[in-house]
């Protein structure tokens, strides 16, 4: 399997986790092409990453592609950061490869994930998992934005950019460059999430919820997707019962410990002899979100900024 994690020096720490994670995880007969696409200050996690993928499995590799990152000027909103765009640079970097399964950095992988690797594109571009966007009452509050008529009929088919099983030959064929980087240059509040949505629609096959479940998701959310016809029952009971890849998107366990699920992250995490010490669970114990003064300074800003936020 090849597997790409894109990231800054940002989480150079945390994509040891999430790789680490992924090889223990794996079916007996799973090996994986690692590559590491990341920003040139994050090339110090070359190294641990090896290591932590050979202690795994020998048959495993690891490829690093330190660049610098052409999209660092690109919008930059809820506290994510360019990096983000990196994912659209694959079909070009990995030239000669048919397909990548794309992982965020801020996940727990459970599971093998072998079926999803498995799984036939066909003239597909990507495969993903529905996103909290298609619910009627979040779509709603996005209509206003002046580039949501890009994704007029897309309800109910919006992805979440997290996992992504990536038809690189297909992308190629398609010439979708010139669009991503146009694109890029907009104040698109997902970023790139949004840009893969408007330019991918209508080719893009769908995973089950439990390969990309959000951990700020509860269950009555779940049970909203299933109400608007988004998931199935079925659906629904396999990501909260047995999710194959918690994602942290939104508060990070490392960071706050009493998020959604974070103590699964610290519970692996501090199973590992080498990872346990890379990060500081008394801090993350101590921090229970945004300070009362934060919070009021937020609502200022809300008021008076014309982007929603």
Same mark, same amino acid.
């Given at each position: 399997?090849?597997?790409?994690?894109?990231?800054?020096?940002?989480?150079?720490?945390?994509?040891?986790?999430?790789?680490?994670?992924?090889?223990?995880?794996?079916?007996?007969?799973?090996?994986?092409?690692?590559?590491?696409?990341?920003?040139?200050?994050?090339?110090?996690?070359?190294?641990?990453?090896?290591?932590?993928?050979?202690?795994?499995?020998?048959?495993?590799?690891?490829?690093?592609?330190?660049?610098?990152?052409?999209?660092?000027?690109?919008? !930059?909103?809820?506290?994510?950061?360019?990096?983000?765009?990196?994912?659209?640079?694959?079909?070009?970097?990995?030239?000669?490869?048919?397909?990548?399964?794309?992982?965020?950095?801020?996940?727990?992988?459970?599971?093998?994930?072998?079926?999803?690797?498995?799984?036939?594109?066909?003239?597909?571009?990507?495969?993903?998992?529905?996103?909290?966007?298609?619910?009627?009452?979040?779509?709603?509050?996005?209509?206003?934005?002046?580039?949501?008529?890009?994704?007029?009929?897309?309800?109910?088919?919006?992805?979440?950019?997290?996992?992504?099983?990536?038809?690189? !030959?297909?992308?190629?064929?398609?010439?979708?460059?010139?669009?991503?980087?146009?694109?890029?240059?907009?104040?698109?509040?997902?970023?790139?999430?949004?840009?893969?949505?408007?330019?991918?629609?209508?080719?893009?096959?769908?995973?089950?919820?439990?390969?990309?479940?959000?951990?700020?998701?509860?269950?009555?959310?779940?049970?909203?997707?299933?109400?608007?016809?988004?998931?199935?029952?079925?659906?629904?009971?396999?990501?909260?019962?047995?999710?194959?890849?918690?994602?942290?998107?939104?508060?990070?366990?490392?960071?706050?410990?009493?998020?959604?699920?974070?103590?699964?992250?610290?519970?692996?995490?501090?199973?590992?002899?080498?990872?346990?010490?890379?990060?500081?669970?008394?801090?993350?114990?101590?921090?229970?979100?945004?300070?009362?003064?934060?919070?009021?300074?937020?609502?200022?800003?809300?008021?008076?900024?014309?982007?929603?936020?």
């Amino acid at each position: 399997m090849k597997i790409v994690f894109c990231f800054d020096e940002n989480l150079a720490t945390q994509v040891q986790a999430a790789a680490a994670s992924l090889l223990d995880s794996r079916g007996s007969d799973d090996h994986f092409e690692v590559h590491c696409v990341c920003t040139e200050g994050a090339e110090i996690a070359g190294m641990p990453l090896e290591q932590i993928i050979k202690r795994r499995d020998p048959a495993s590799s690891l490829v690093m592609h330190c660049i610098k990152n052409p999209y660092e000027k690109a919008y !930059e909103v809820r506290g994510i950061s360019s990096g983000a765009y990196l994912r659209l640079l694959l079909h070009r970097l990995l030239s000669g490869v048919e397909k990548v399964l794309y992982l965020d950095v801020d996940i727990l992988v459970r599971e093998s994930l072998s079926p999803v690797w498995h799984m036939d594109l066909g003239r597909n571009l990507l495969a993903a998992v529905k996103g909290p966007v298609n619910l009627q009452e979040k779509w709603e509050w996005n209509s206003s934005r002046s580039y949501w008529k890009l994704l007029e009929g897309a309800r109910g088919g919006y992805i979440n950019s997290g996992v992504l099983l990536m038809n690189l !030959e297909e992308i190629r064929r398609r010439q979708l460059d010139e669009q991503w980087e146009r694109l890029a240059e907009e104040k698109l509040y997902y970023q790139d999430q949004d840009i893969l949505n408007i330019t991918c629609q209508g080719s893009i096959a769908y995973l089950s919820p439990k390969y990309n479940r959000l951990a700020y998701l509860e269950e009555k959310d779940f049970g909203q997707f299933v109400t608007e016809g988004i998931y199935t029952r079925e659906e629904e009971q396999e990501a909260l019962q047995s999710p194959a890849i918690i994602h942290y998107a939104g508060d990070k366990p490392w960071k706050r410990y009493d998020t959604n699920l974070g103590s699964l992250w610290w519970d692996y995490v501090n199973a590992q002899s080498d990872l346990r010490d890379l990060f500081d669970e008394g801090k993350a114990r101590r921090y229970h979100g945004p300070t009362l003064g934060q919070r009021a300074v937020r609502k200022v800003k809300k008021l008076f900024s014309r982007e929603k936020l």
